[in-house]
């Protein structure tokens, strides 16, 4: 009663403004990850927004244990549950472009083998586009290995990071 009541349903009130001033903020984080992907999927004249995006790079330690690595974004946000490292088994030295192939062939196959239940189709969903760390060279590679396992008409670019340009297989001219 009395002044007690008053501090209650002040305190109340600040709880309900402070929700609502949070699902306002998210709901504005998330109209602007979506409006990042549009713009993403104009620029490179894809058919839907990539929902999933999954990013491939290679690193070695001075030209030696050569690791692929896979980080994934689900709807404009990292998924750091589902980012996988794969050894480099079958490519001596420093060389992107055989180790990309390696890294794409072993990842199709984890989509392949996903049948435990939900949790594991999703972690290997196929990607609705696919960012390879590279030029042209790394990108025609990986386009033959995606052809080569029917995912040919998969949405693929290189990223070359000098100059922050993207390559799409078969154009001559970057984004």
Known sequence: RGDKRR??????RNARLA???DRLRSELRRSQR?????RLQRALGMDSIPMRIECFDISNFQGAQSVGSMVVFEEGRPRTGEYRRFQIRTV?????????PEVLRRRSRGAKAGEEGIEEERRWAMPDL???DGGRGQV???KEVLDELGLGDMPMVGLAKEREELFRPGESEPV
């Not at 979506?34 to 549009?38: F, K, M, P, T």
Request: charged share 20%; aromatic share 4%; hydrophobic share 50%.
């Open 140 to 142: 025609s590679a990986a």
């Open 92 to 100: 001596q030295g420093s060389n992107d472009f055989a180790s990309h």
């Open 130 to 132: 696919v960012i390879i």
């Open 7 to 12: 501090i209650q349903e002040l305190a109340e």
């Open 19 to 21: 929700l609502d001033q």
């Open 34 to 38: 979506i409006e990042a992907l549009d």
